[in-house]
């Protein structure tokens, strides 16, 4: 049931106490820097989210295009027809796109192979000396690393380009001449 008004109004005088307490708080309220960075990385993930449609809003924005299209090709067709043939070309146009994707660049198994970057030469040595730890971990310590803690291995990196393209030179000189014998 119901309360009796004495019995009301102490809850209601409790209520409105706590709502100017809260209210006090609040006008000089700060969050805190961490509150703030969450909150920058939620809203730049729902923007980067924003321009992602589903499956879904692909294919009904498809079927808004191509609905009077195929209705004015086939009068005589219903709704469920002219559905029925908008799906048909949403799936061959999506098998199309799919055999595309597929074709893949066939690689020469006898050319040299690209070179590790500075990252990957960290992780090898990270991984030699017996530091055995997920890539987050390493990934975490060389984001850490400094200019001067990169350099040995930005260094390296730039040995080996220099490698790799004398091989792909070599490489592309011994194919020329092969094909033209």
């Known amino acids: 049931g119901m309360l009796d008004q004495q019995t009301k109004e102490k809850y209601v005088a409790a209520y409105l106490k706590d709502k100017a307490r809260y209210e006090e708080e609040m006008k000089n309220y700060q969050p805190s820097q961490q509150f703030l960075e ?13 321009g992602t449609d589903t499956a879904m809003e692909k294919y009904f924005a498809f079927l808004l295009t191509s609905w009077r299209k195929v209705s004015e090709e086939n009068p005589s067709l219903g709704g469920k027809e ?6 048909q070309q949403w799936t061959r146009e999506k098998m199309v796109e799919v055999k595309q994707k597929k074709v893949k660049m066939v690689r020469d198994p006898a050319a ?15 991984r030699m000396g017996g ?6 971990a390493v990934a975490e310590m060389w984001n850490k690393l400094d200019g001067e803690g990169r350099q040995p291995f930005k260094e390296g990196e730039e040995e ?8 792909v030179e070599d490489f592309k000189s011994k194919k020329g001449g092969e094909g033209d014998a």
């Open 38 to 50: 969450k909150k920058a990385e939620q809203v730049k993930k729902q923007k980067e989210q924003a």
């Open 112 to 126: 040299p192979k690209k070179p590790l970057t500075a990252f990957f030469l960290f992780q090898k040595k990270m």
């Open 82 to 87: 002219v559905q029925e043939m908008a799906w």
């Open 160 to 167: 080996l380009k220099g490698k790799y393209r004398k091989e």
């Open 131 to 136: 530091l055995a730890m997920t890539s987050k």
